[in-house]
């Protein structure tokens, strides 16, 4: 019996209402913000997110699907929404728009990780980017967005986490003061921070080893290595999110896991904590990004939101959906004529935009009354071949159980004027 690959799940129809839940909400988001939405391939150049995710991030070393197509060419399944974005950016001239542009999307991302709770190979991902302008403003802006969102949701105990990494001119002589840190105690280091230290120092404050967290704890802050130019964008981020009440918290160990990352980055986690596998969302400004890319110059932000883990929280929460959509009518039949009349008013009934389910299998009336009971119809219409004869129909109220008998021709404007 064939499984759905190790770290994959079937969304199942049951599941699908709180999947629209979240996207509808996005999207009616997004309107209010003056995003539009785009949609790239699930599959890129792999060269893409080596040369912006980086090379020594664990996406990059250890959970891309990488293939070589027929064309030998090396295609990497998308295990992240916003270097497509920026491509597609470039490729579509779209830096002659007015900036910033504004972009959304939903997408199916892929990274090869454990599976475990909430952590899957294959996640979806509802993100945001906002390409071509610097102003603080707009880091708060999309901060501010990303808060909302979870509050439209109706979720509660979120914490939202704030840290700035500074720029290519500040960041490199942060490092070496952390390195400097490092480098007196590199025995006392976890195997991974080890390679950390060589390869990637910056997430050396990311560890999440009990061992590590006196000397995270001990370490430099990015925070006061920053350039002048980065100190002040940072307070001004900081000063628009209290005017907004945004309740953020400086927290110098958020580094994020992808390398494109310059100045603003941000994370939204369930105030009980929950190891690696808790963040609900997270972003960050990436102004080099584009220029990596091939493009001008360009500065922008953005966030991604995973949800899976959010569609998990809402249970968890126990939020109530707003009420399930209309289950609409069942139709019933017995005898060969009223299951042809039946058939002509169902197709008819849809036409006109009415939800309706038919019995099939010529089932007694007692199985099909019994099948538009689990359904959860509000009403039925029942055929039998007398009544068809003389173009009435049964019309049932399944939660009461009166029912009447009407005209077949007047069905259509009785359900539609209600
Ligand atoms: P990320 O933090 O790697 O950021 O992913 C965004 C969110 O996707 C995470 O906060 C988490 O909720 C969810 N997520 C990540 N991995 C998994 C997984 N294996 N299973 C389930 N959910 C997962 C990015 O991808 C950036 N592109 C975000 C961004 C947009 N930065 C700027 N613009």
């Not at 893409?48 to 996406?59: A, M, N, S, Y």
């Not at 976890?190 to 370490?219: F, G, H």
């Not at 960050?284 to 220029?291: C, K, P, S, T, V």
């Not at 169902?346 to 009354?369: C, D, W, Y």
Request: aromatic fraction near 10%; proline fraction near 5%.
């Amino acid at each position: 019996m064939y499984k759905a690959p190790r770290g994959t799940v079937d969304i199942l129809p049951a599941e699908q209402a709180y999947y629209w839940y979240v996207e509808t909400q996005a999207a009616e988001m997004c309107r209010r913000y003056g995003y539009g939405r785009i949609e790239t391939p699930v599959f890129e150049e792999a060269g893409l997110f080596v040369r912006t995710i980086g090379q020594g991030t664990d996406i990059v070393e250890k959970e891309t699907y990488t293939f070589k197509d027929r064309s030998d060419q090396e295609m990497t399944l998308r295990p992240e929404g916003t270097a497509p974005v920026c491509r597609a950016y470039i490729e579509h001239g779209m830096q002659a728009l007015p900036q910033p542009v504004k972009l959304y999307y939903f997408a199916s991302i892929f990274r090869y990780e454990r599976p475990q709770k909430g952590r899957y190979r294959q996640h979806h991902q509802f993100g945001v980017e906002a390409i071509g302008e610097s102003d603080p403003a707009l880091d708060s802006e999309v901060i501010e967005m990303a808060w909302n969102f979870y509050a439209i949701l109706g979720l509660n105990d979120l914490a939202l986490y704030i840290n700035s990494i500074g720029c290519r001119e500040c960041r490199p002589s942060y490092i070496k003061k952390l390195k400097k840190y490092y480098s007196s105690h590199i025995d006392e280091l976890c195997p991974q921070c080890k390679i950390r230290y060589e390869r990637n120092p910056l997430r050396l404050l990311d560890c999440k080893e009990p061992s590590c967290q006196d000397l995270v704890d001990a370490a430099p802050k990015s925070e006061a290595g920053l350039c002048p130019e980065c100190k002040q964008h940072f307070k001004e981020v900081l000063g628009n999110l209290k005017i907004m009440k945004v309740p953020c918290k400086k927290n110098h160990r958020l580094v994020r896991g992808l390398d494109y990352y310059t100045r603003t980055v941000f994370e939204i986690q369930p105030m009980a904590g929950g190891g690696a596998q808790s963040a609900l969302g997270g972003g960050g400004r990436y102004d080099n990004l584009i220029e990596e890319l091939g493009g001008k110059p360009t500065p922008a932000i953005g966030f991604a939101v995973g949800i899976d883990r959010i569609v998990l929280t809402l249970k968890e929460q126990g939020v109530e959906l707003p009420s399930s959509e209309d289950q609409g009518i069942y139709v019933a039949y017995a005898g060969e004529k009223a299951k042809a009349e039946a058939i002509r008013l169902t197709a008819e009934m849809r036409t006109a935009g009415i939800p309706v389910h038919i019995g099939f299998g010529n089932k007694s009336l007692k199985s099909q009354m019994r099948q538009a009971n689990n359904l959860g119809v509000s009403f039925a219409f029942i055929f039998g071949d007398d009544e068809v004869a003389k173009g009435t129909v049964v019309y049932k109220d399944m939660s009461g159980g009166d029912q009447w008998e009407v005209e077949i021709s007047e069905v259509i404007s009785l359900l539609t004027q209600g």
